[in-house]
């Protein structure tokens, strides 16, 4: 990957005051320019951190990191939009560490509300605060949020360079701007002469950008279409540069072995067998374990293998039932939050029926197909990372702390990831590199994490339980009562990021619950958190990835014992508060050619979440096969609001929904003696492709607002598996993984 100190150092950088972020509303502070990364040589200028252009055409210094869900695509195409280029003539690079790069969409996204419900006043207010992400260095990819926070910047940024480059030309030429149109990355005069953007680059950098007007979505060229990846041809030959590949002059390889008991200590170690292998440069003493850096990776792992290490105990019950005793114990403590609470749920209606049912989901590791990985470069007065990762501001404040230098002595090169879902966004792969590499002074270093140490020492999504109680009467839900009780993802992640105090509610333990478009009188949903000690962190879809399989699982539920068809029980529950959830469901019931009746030896279920900003409805079906369960085929029914990219939209929803029918049907990390049994993938199985259920997929466009796409995919397949299960054999999971109770194909 191109150095962007390089890049900047040989080339002319045109733009806009796109950088601001659209933010209209605050104090001075928010509305302020963040200062621009980009340093290019005397005589050269810099405007604006997104856009370069030099000799070779025009580079996007992206801000979000690519880790397959596509977005480097989206955001070139935002740009070619109004700039006028051709979507493949454009480079992409990652930015750096800079708060030019904030994330405006995440703080919006986690203000009070359910999202659906959310009016034009209040997105704007949502977006306005946007920009507290720049005070906060909130460099952040996740959430599915990335064309949220883009989809404004990006064709502001690119309108703004046009019309400079226009003004460029026109002085040169003598004309008016509105005499000039652009096309293929050129100016072109009324005459038919035409002047390319490499050629006026120079002088546009000294001219204030003008006021712009965006484009009306039925001129678009590129948005609203599929177009080719721009990832797509380094990732088929092989030229895709991920953390694992780098490679620096003198590198030297590194393998770590760190405290299986999570949060524990590391009482000694004995290495002289270690030291004693051919090719062993030493083993770093990392507090909790130790790393051993050799000439390879393979040895590395060797040698840190035939290190004796004396572990230390972990801070949380060693044993998986005494965990989860722990987490219902939160039960019994007043509720972290109440985010919803309509009408009266101490009181049943009068005939009325009532349910109750209990709930318990695993902790689950993220298992990215790339283990964690990272190099790192230290010379005593800077540092140098390179690494995949989701959070570049806090990977390089964490690294410059532990090296003792000041955060703009660390330059962190974000490359492509394989695989993130969260576990990319936490700082201990560079940090722990960062301890090896100063040990190591001018020696660049790479530290790659065994499968066995990535799954073993994760960042958990979080076991859950979860009571709900409700009641039926005239085929149609009344009361709806529920109570979630999980460790909060969100506390520590502030905490281990910013060093904020675990305080406050947190939205995102009840997400997928609290925030569900149904039209239920009587409506409550409190949240408990669980004192515990062992490291959780964020997993794709979060708080709806469990609380989607608690809350539709008892949606189902309440429609068999109303004696109704479970999509038409959640249409009818669904259409008089939110028309897109309503249409997903529609529309999943046409796509499926669903009746409600199954034959024999079929199984159908629905399910529904509307989770970051989208309504998505699934229908699973299983099919039974001489006793062994098979998931054959699959419906998808989104509502984008807006479908930027569609052939990208279906690759998210069809990921999202196998990461979620893995994770229901095989994923569970379980523990004894403190440490987690599952080593590796044979431990811990996925859905596989020739077992992949064939999948088809609507997008529709009918919301207000743009909605996620990367991460409302998983939480709906989840409950969909199991009410599938539920319908083909008559047996109700409120437990998962469903291999422990049903014999599904691997």
């Known amino acids: 990957m191109s150095r962007i100190g390089t890049v900047a150092r040989r080339t002319f950088l045109i733009g806009s005051a796109a950088i601001v972020g659209g933010v209209a509303f605050g104090v001075y502070k928010l509305r302020q320019p963040a200062p621009n990364p980009l340093q290019p040589a005397t005589g050269q200028t810099a405007l604006n951190p997104f856009v370069l252009i030099d000799q070779q055409g025009v580079t996007l210094i992206a801000p979000r990191a690519e880790m397959g869900q596509g977005v480097h695509t989206t955001w070139a195409a935002l740009l070619a939009e109004e700039l006028d280029v051709d979507m493949a003539s454009i480079r992409v690079l ?3 560490a800079a708060k030019a790069y904030y994330n405006s969409a995440m703080v919006a996204d986690a203000l009070p509300g359910k999202g659906y419900d959310t009016g034009e006043f209040q997105h704007s207010v949502g977006e306005a605060l946007g920009g507290i992400g720049k005070l906060v260095g909130l460099q952040v990819t996740g959430g599915s949020t990335s064309m949220k926070d883009g989809f404004v910047r990006m064709r502001e940024t690119g309108a703004a ?6 003004q460029a030309a026109a002085d040169l030429l003598g004309l008016k701007r509105a005499q000039l149109r652009t096309e293929n990355g050129q100016v072109i005069a009324p005459d038919g002469q035409t002047i390319p953007y490499t050629d006026l680059a120079q002088a546009a950098a000294k001219i204030e950008p003008p006021e712009v007007t965006l484009r009306d979505a039925r001129d678009w060229r590129y948005l609203g279409t599929s177009v080719p990846r721009v990832d797509m041809v380094g990732k088929s030959t092989g030229t895709a540069q991920f953390g694992i590949d780098i490679r620096l002059p003198g590198m030297k390889f590194a393998a770590l072995r760190i405290n299986p008991h999570l949060g524990g200590v590391m009482k000694g170690f004995d290495a002289s067998a270690a030291r004693s292998m051919p090719g062993v440069d030493r083993v770093v003493d990392l507090g909790n374990g130790i790393a051993v850096v050799a000439s390879n990776t393979w040895l590395a792992q060797q040698a840190a293998n035939a290190v004796q290490v004396t572990w230390g105990a972990a801070p949380y019950p060693p044993e ?11 039960f019994d403590d007043s509720p972290n939050s109440v985010l919803r609470d309509d009408g009266d749920t101490a009181s049943v209606p009068e005939g009325a029926t009532t349910l109750r049912a209990e709930y318990k989901l695993p902790y689950l590791a993220h298992a990215t197909m790339e283990p964690q990985n990272a190099t790192a470069l230290f010379t005593g007065d800077a540092l140098e990372i390179w690494c995949g990762n989701q959070t570049p501001v806090f990977q390089r404040n964490t690294c410059a702390k532990l090296a003792g230098l000041k955060p703009d002595a660390v330059q962190v090169h974000t490359t492509l990831m394989g695989g993130g879902f969260g576990r990319r966004g936490e700082l201990d792969f560079a940090a722990y590199a960062t301890q090896v590499a100063m040990d190591m002074p001018g020696t660049p270093v790479q530290l790659t994490w065994s499968r066995e140490e990535d799954m073993t020492h994760d960042f958990y999504r979080p076991g859950a339980l979860a009571r709900f109680s409700g009641a039926v009467q005239d085929g149609r839900a009344v009361m709806l009562d529920a109570q979630i009780a999980a460790q909060s993802a969100t506390h520590q992640a502030l905490g281990r990021w910013m060093g904020l105090p675990a305080a406050g509610p947190d939205k995102v333990l009840v997400d997928g619950a609290f925030n569900q478009p149904y039209d239920i009188p009587n409506y409550r949903v409190r949240g408990h958190v669980a004192d515990l000690d062992l490291p959780v962190g964020f997993w794709r ?14 949606i189902d539920e309440m429609a068999h014992a109303a004696g109704r068809d479970p999509l038409a029980f959640r249409l009818d529950l669904i259409r008089p508060v939110h028309a897109p959830s309503a249409g997903t ?4 019931r046409a796509l499926s050619g669903w009746t409600g009746k199954t034959p024999e030896g079929v199984g159908r279920g629905v399910g529904f979440t509307y989770s970051f900003g989208t309504p998505v409805a699934q229908v699973i079906e299983v099919v039974d096969e001489d006793g062994t369960i098979r998931i054959s085929r699959a419906w998808i029914a989104c509502d984008m609001g807006l479908a930027l990219d569609p052939g990208i939209i279906e690759a998210q929803m069809i990921g999202g929904m196998m990461y979620g029918l893995s994770a229901a049907a095989f994923g569970e990390i379980t523990f004894a003696q403190g440490a987690v049994e599952q080593q590796n993938f044979p431990d811990y199985d996925a859905i596989r492709m020739h077992t992949a ?10 919301n207000p607002h743009l909605g996620g796409a990367g991460e409302p995919g998983t939480p709906p397949a989840m409950p969909a598996l199991g009410n599938a299960l539920f319908d083909l054999t008559g047996i109700r999971a409120r437990e998962l993984p469903l291999a422990n109770l049903f014999d599904l194909r691997i």
């Open 94 to 96: 990652h930015g750096p």
């Open 161 to 166: 360079a046009r019309e400079t480059l226009k």
């Open 320 to 330: 998986t039932d005494a965990i989860f005793e722990r987490i219902e114990q939160a």
């Open 541 to 554: 879809s979060v708080g709806a990835s469990f609380n989607g399989f608690f809350h539709d699982t008892f």
């Open 585 to 588: 469901l529609e529309a999943v």
């Open 693 to 702: 259920p064939i999948t088809e997929v609507a997008i529709l466009e009918t």
